[in-house]
């Protein structure tokens, strides 16, 4: 667990990223502006945790996981974000398959075939 509530925090370059490429262009953000979201999306996330660690309990498990989260989304009334966020974790999954598919390829790859000349 964090040491200190500063801990939780995401990182500000981050959060400053994200709000770069969400703004429009010519429009800049305050310092202040920028803290204040880090500080929001920090509680987010941390609200989101916490609704989706509600629902691991309840289901008498100990891993939290994707579905989980789009599952609490729901539960804290964000359906908004259901759809995107599943298609997001669609996507990610297929990422995560077609990577074990081409590292399997490339370990597979390896073997030499050695042909001798008459």
């Known amino acids: 667990m964090a040491e200190k ?5 995401l990182p500000m370059t981050v ?8 703004l429009p262009e010519g429009v ?3 310092k202040e502006a920028r803290t204040g979201l880090a500080k929001a999306a920090s509680v987010f996330v941390l609200y ?5 660690t509600n629902i691991v ?6 891993v939290l996981t994707g579905q989980d989260v789009v599952e609490a989304m729901k539960d804290i009334e964000f359906d908004r974000f ?5 298609e997001a974790l669609e996507n990610y999954k297929q990422m995560v398959s077609a990577k074990k598919l081409s590292n399997k390829k490339k370990d597979d790859g390896d073997e030499v075939e050695i042909i001798e000349e008459d």
Do not use: F, G, Q
């Open 15 to 22: 959060v400053t990223r994200i709000v770069k490429e969400a």
């Open 28 to 30: 800049s953000i305050s």
């Open 82 to 86: 259901v759809e995107p966020l599943t």
């Open 5 to 9: 509530l500063e801990d939780l925090n």
């Open 57 to 62: 309990k309840n289901n008498k498990r100990k």
């Open 48 to 52: 989101v945790t916490s609704a989706a």
